[in-house]
């Protein structure tokens, strides 16, 4: 068998392939290019071939077949979605989780769907809502994402202060590991597995199917969006909100900043829910500074009933500007879909292919006020050519057993700096981006934040200890049980290939 990484030709890379018997297919460097590259495009690479497997039983021969070399890895990849190339196998084999048929089972009476890993979310979302009146309860923001790929993340969004994040939405899972066995966990059956590859960062296996909660699906959301000057306003109505007696709250909360000014990308306009809604910016206080901040809520309900009264009741109170108030009625499905049509434009602008340098973070409750001052009133305060998320979430929803690491506290915040590379005044080139990505995690680090990169990536071993911390060790331990030979995952960088588990140096 040729090493994986002086074959440049097909017929080279042809023999590791023999005695396999696959009911998928397999393509070579060339046909399969898409696989070289993520929606980050900063990080690029050439895998030697590109699986497309048919079922669990392809994903398991594949990795039995990489065990065999000394070299190979196998990444699993789903719609492609990566910023920083964590789904990418340089001289690897890449399993494309979409070419498994998307297979969505709904159980109305135990309100649970059985899903391919391989599926995206915006089809479990169609199938379930549909046909069964029946929904997942926790999303991300984006749903043309994979099951795989979430859950082997965290997966958060509006809904997360209520049901935790995605994957502490999921009582089973398939998964194959790098040992190349198909099996199937829970929190009762395989139970570490279970726990470690959830949040996983696909370290230890490959989810080819998840039992996800379902719960029923509204009708209708009321959508409204409520502006403030004030950060420290801003953050104490989002805790009271994400704080309160379950049922007694929206059913969604997320916050972002914006620009204090006409910017058309980062300031007023990117607040109004409607084209024939104004953002008058006279009703501004003069002691604004250069960034606002927007706090999102939803609030679901259905076709015969009217959410009017119940929206004031839970709004009272907040100490937002009463005349930057902004509301909607939409369908469930369009609003768990409005990413969707950001998309749609940004295909059409043709930004949507370019670079996408963004950064993810958790930051302490303990430290949000002076990230703002450092980094939103200061790096940030011309805007980063999209969103910057920023709203509160609950440690208390997160089984600590799993393998997502988080800052100390009950209350953290997500910060998102969705960053898109299009000319416009004012604008960062993707090097320039990059570089503010650096100086902003330096100055969290400087600082003493207390934060955590969410989806991170880190290049050096003694990043990835500092970023697991108290935790690394149990990570270590589940690398050396469930992919020994550290076949899965390479584009993390976390462990080398064929790494000794018992090695002080590590």
């Known amino acids: 068998m040729p090493e994986p990484d002086t074959a440049d030709q097909d017929g080279d890379v042809l023999p590791v392939f023999n005695g396999v018997d696959l009911h998928g297919t397999v393509e070579f460097p060339g046909c399969g290019s898409a696989a070289g590259k ?5 990080q690029f ?17 594949v990795i039995r077949l990489a065990s065999r070399s000394p070299h190979l890895t196998v990444a699993a990849s789903g719609n492609g979605h990566s910023v920083n190339g964590q789904a990418m196998a340089h001289r690897g084999l890449v399993l494309d989780m979409k070419a498994v048929e998307s297979e969505i089972h709904v159980d109305p009476t135990t309100a649970v769907a059985d899903v391919s890993g391989g599926a995206l979310w915006e089809d479990v979302l169609r199938h379930c809502v549909l046909g069964h009146g029946l929904a997942p309860r926790s999303w991300t923001d984006y749903l043309g994402l994979t099951v795989g790929g979430t859950l082997s993340n965290a997966g958060v969004s509006g809904q997360s202060f209520i049901y935790g994040p ?6 089973e899972m398939e998964v194959v590991t790098g040992n190349g066995d198909v099996l199937v966990c829970s929190k009762n059956q395989n139970t570490e597995l279970f726990f470690g590859v959830l949040g996983g960062l696909g370290q230890f296996g490959v989810i080819t199917r998840a039992r996800v909660l379902l719960q029923p699906a509204p009708d209708m959301v009321r959508w409204i969006r409520v502006v403030y000057s004030d950060f420290s306003e801003f953050t104490r109505d989002a805790e009271s ?3 309160r007696p379950e049922g007694d709250s929206f059913d969604y909360v997320e916050g972002f900043v914006f620009v204090n000014s006409d910017d058309p990308v980062n300031g007023w306009m990117s607040v109004p829910l409607d084209p024939d809604q104004y953002f008058d910016p006279a009703r501004i206080p003069r002691s604004a500074g250069p960034v606002l901040y927007c706090l999102e809520v939803a609030l679901h309900y259905k076709n015969e009933d009217s959410p009017s009264e119940r929206v004031e009741k839970l709004i009272g109170g907040l100490r ?3 005349e930057l108030r902004f509301w909607v009625d939409v369908g469930y499905i369009e609003f768990l879909l409005r990413v969707k049509r950001a998309e749609e434009e940004a295909k059409a602008n043709g930004i949507w292919d370019a670079p996408h340098p963004w950064l993810n973070l958790f930051v302490s409750k303990t430290d949000i006020a002076d990230f703002d001052r450092v980094v939103f009133k200061n790096i940030l305060k011309h805007g980063v050519g999209g969103p910057m998320l920023v709203y509160p979430l609950l440690r208390s929803k997160w089984d600590n057993r799993k393998s997502v690491v988080l800052p100390q506290g009950e209350i953290f915040y997500l910060v998102a700096l969705l960053r ?10 993707v ?17 003493g934040f207390d934060f955590k990169l969410y989806l991170p990536h880190y290049n050096t071993r003694e990043g990835w200890k500092h970023h697991f911390g108290n935790q690394w060790t149990r990570f270590q331990d589940r690398k050396a049980t469930f992919d020994p030979m550290a076949i899965l995952a390479p584009g993390q960088k976390i462990f080398p290939r064929n790494w000794q588990p018992h090695d002080i140096n590590f």
């Open 241 to 243: 909100l994400v704080t």
């Open 38 to 42: 993520d929606f980050g495009g900063l």
């Open 45 to 61: 690479s050439k895998p030697l071939a590109v699986i497309r497997p048919a079922n669990s039983d392809d994903v398991a021969k």
């Open 420 to 429: 898109f590379c299009f000319p416009y005044p004012k604008g960062l080139s």
């Open 431 to 447: 090097g320039e981006m990059v570089v503010q990505n650096q100086e902003i995690i330096q100055s969290c680090t400087k600082n």
């Open 166 to 171: 995605q994957t502490e939405n999921v009582t």
């Open 320 to 322: 937002f500007i009463e």
